[in-house]
């Protein structure tokens, strides 16, 4: 059974960086797209970011374009996301998701099976 483990998150100041990882037991990553998902308080859950099974291919909302970077690692079997330039309306629980239904990756939460617990992103001053 594939279990995701979000950390990484805090409190930070407009302007600062986190970097969030996504770490798998159980089973490999590899034949997996990942996707990063957040969601605000009082707000729907909303995709940030996926990148598809072999990493060549990587989508970003454009909410996050040019400040978030989404990666992986595969002999830690780990997929991190760096986030520089936060905002505060960044502010969210972060949520790494894992597809073996569709490796290319995708936005839309429903191809995601398996989901982590969580991770809080506070930003602020």
């Known amino acids: 059974q594939l279990q995701l483990v979000e950390s990484g998150g805090g409190l930070v100041q407009p302007g600062g960086s986190l970097r969030l990882s996504c770490v798998a037991s159980?089973?490999?990553?590899?034949?997996?797209?990942i996707g990063w998902f957040r969601q605000a308080p009082g707000k729907e859950r909303e995709v940030v970011s996926c990148?598809?099974?072999?990493?060549?291919?990587?989508k970003y909302a454009d909410s996050v374009k040019g400040r978030f970077t989404i990666s992986r690692d595969f002999a830690k079997n780990t997929v991190s996301l760096q986030m520089n330039s936060l905002k505060p309306e960044d502010t969210a629980i972060y949520y790494c998701?894992?597809?073996?239904?569709?490796?290319?990756?995708?936005?839309?939460?429903?191809?995601?099976?398996?989901w982590g617990q969580g991770t809080q992103v506070t930003v602020s001053s």
């Open positions: 998701a894992a597809s073996g239904r569709r490796r290319a990756g995708s936005e839309y939460e429903g191809w995601y099976d398996y």
């Open positions: 159980g089973v490999t990553l590899d034949n997996y797209a």
């Open positions: 990148i598809s099974s072999g990493g060549e291919s990587r």
